[in-house]
T-cell receptor
């Protein structure tokens, strides 16, 4: 079945790098996404990667995809207190349209 | 520009009552999604509308849950005979994409439902 798993918590010090990991099960995923949810707000797309790529860099964000192991990671360089939020990994599955499966979210705590 | 809006922002109801949650997607977006976010849980997919196609209802947890999308725009999620386990934040999202390309979803702020 379709499933996306990620660890629930991560704590880092300001200025360090954060790495949030995710595994997924559906090998037919076309795109994989990272969304950010700040307290009291809806989710916002941070970045995405097409399934035939293995890396994508966008300013402080680096996404790595290991399609063989069905493993996705998000690295945030020079983590700031404003990066504290819940980060959701998600995969799109073609079912004639797009069904998106989200993980449980990783809560990132950034200590000053 | 207007984003996705949801109403009400908070809803407290008694067990056994019916509730309706509303979502106004971004104008022109062809796809609309409903999710449920429970405390400590991820986003649980409920239902997906894409244009004029039949909705994907595979995530609805029971027949007490239903949703419709009128005129390809506003959507209403209805929960009949609410139970305490229905308490959660219900999130709506819309997407401009059809059936190809990355599927960026734009989320509303959610409706927090509390069933007493």
């Amino acid at each position: 079945g379709e499933d996306v798993e990620q660890s629930l918590f991560l704590s880092v010090r300001e200025g360090d790098s954060s790495v949030i990991n995710c595994t997924y099960t559906d090998s037919s995923s076309t795109y994989l996404y990272w969304y950010k949810q700040e307290p009291g707000a809806g989710l916002q797309l941070l970045t995405y990667i097409f399934s035939n790529m293995d890396m994508k860099q966008d300013q402080r964000l680096t996404v790595l995809l290991n399609k063989k192991d069905k493993h996705l990671s998000l690295r945030i360089a020079d983590t700031q207190t404003g990066d504290s939020a819940i980060y959701f990994c998600a995969e799109s599955i073609h079912t004639g349209g797009f069904k998106t499966i989200f993980g449980a979210g990783t809560r990132l705590f950034v200590k000053a | 520009g207007a984003g996705v809006s949801q109403s009400p922002s908070n809803k407290v109801t008694e067990k056994g009552k019916d509730v309706e949650l509303r979502c106004d997607p971004i104008s022109g977006h062809t796809a609309l999604y409903w999710y449920r976010q429970s405390l400590g849980q991820g986003l649980e997919f409920l239902i997906y509308f894409q244009g004029n196609s039949a909705p994907d209802k595979s995530g609805l947890p029971s027949d007490r849950f239903s949703a419709e999308r009128t005129g390809g725009s506003v959507s209403t999620l209805t929960i009949q005979r609410t139970q305490q386990e229905d308490s959660a934040v219900y999130l709506c999202a819309s997407s401009p994409r059809g059936t190809s390309g990355p599927n960026e979803q734009f989320f509303g702020p959610g409706t927090r439902l509390t069933v007493l």
